[in-house]
């Protein structure tokens, strides 16, 4: 069965500091895709990337960066000089195969940044 | 500009009344899916559609129903049976089923 587990319901950083999101999943299947997707207090869940199980390259865009790890099953985000944009409830979540009909997502991790 | 629209924004409902959500894309994706967010908890699908005319149930499609007449609808009915309908509901679509659903912005819905 596929499990995604964010393990940090709440982060507190002040402004500028580096912070890094944890997310360790679960899964039977050799394909499947990983996401992250930003949560702001309007509500609509924000694409920030996909991933497939065979890239396990880290990937940097601008502030933010993830590191994929197959050998310890985890998808972890860090964001680098936090601005109080960022902000947000911050969602992890994983699909199975191609065309699976579904994402499972973790719980959540809430970012507060702090000016 | 292309999008995900869900309204209300914010649903009141009485206990044992059925209530619709509207989910209307003009991205022209085949792929439509509903999902449920509990306070500190991620997201459930309720129910998904790959192409119009046919539907799917999710992990939790107990007290909901749907329909896709429409390539561009999906409503959402939470019918008098589901046990706990106050939630906020997340609709979504994709190019193709399981590829990088694109949400919208949701509905909040209380029901007293």
């Known amino acids: 069965a596929q499990k995604v587990t964010q393990a940090q319901t709440e982060i507190s950083v002040v402004e500028k500091e580096d912070v890094t999101l944890d997310c360790v999943y679960e899964?039977?299947?050799?394909?499947?895709?990983l996401f992250w997707y930003k949560q702001p207090p309007s509500g609509e869940l924000v694409f920030l990337i996909r991933?497939?199980?065979?890239?396990?390259q880290n990937e940097i865009s601008g502030r933010y960066s993830w590191n994929f790890q197959k050998s310890t099953s985890s998808f972890n985000f860090t964001i680098t000089a936090s601005q109080v944009v960022d902000s947000a409830v911050y969602f992890c979540?994983?699909?199975?195969?191609?065309?699976?009909?579904?994402?499972?997502f973790g719980q959540g991790t809430r970012l507060t940044i702090n000016p | 500009d292309g999008g995900i629209t869900q309204s209300p924004k914010y649903l009141f409902r009485k206990e044992g009344q059925n209530v619709t959500l509207s989910c209307e894309q003009n991205?022209?994706?085949?792929?439509m899916y509903w999902y449920r967010q509990d306070p500190g908890q991620g997201l459930r699908l309720i129910y998904y559609?790959?192409?119009?005319?046919?539907?799917q149930k999710g992990d939790i499609a107990e007290g909901y129903s749907v329909s896709r007449e429409k390539k561009e609808s999906f409503p959402l009915t939470v019918t008098s049976a589901q046990k706990n309908p106050t939630a906020f509901y997340l609709c979504?679509?994709?190019?193709?089923?399981?590829?990088?659903?694109?949400f919208g912005q949701g509905t909040r819905l209380t029901v007293v």
């Open positions: 979504a679509s994709s190019v193709y089923l399981g590829i990088d659903p694109f």
């Open positions: 991205l022209n994706h085949d792929a």
């Open positions: 899964t039977r299947d050799t394909t499947y895709y």
């Open positions: 979540a994983l699909s199975e195969g191609q065309g699976a009909q579904k994402l499972v």
């Open positions: 559609s790959q192409i119009v005319n046919d539907f």
């Open positions: 991933r497939n199980s065979f890239d396990e």
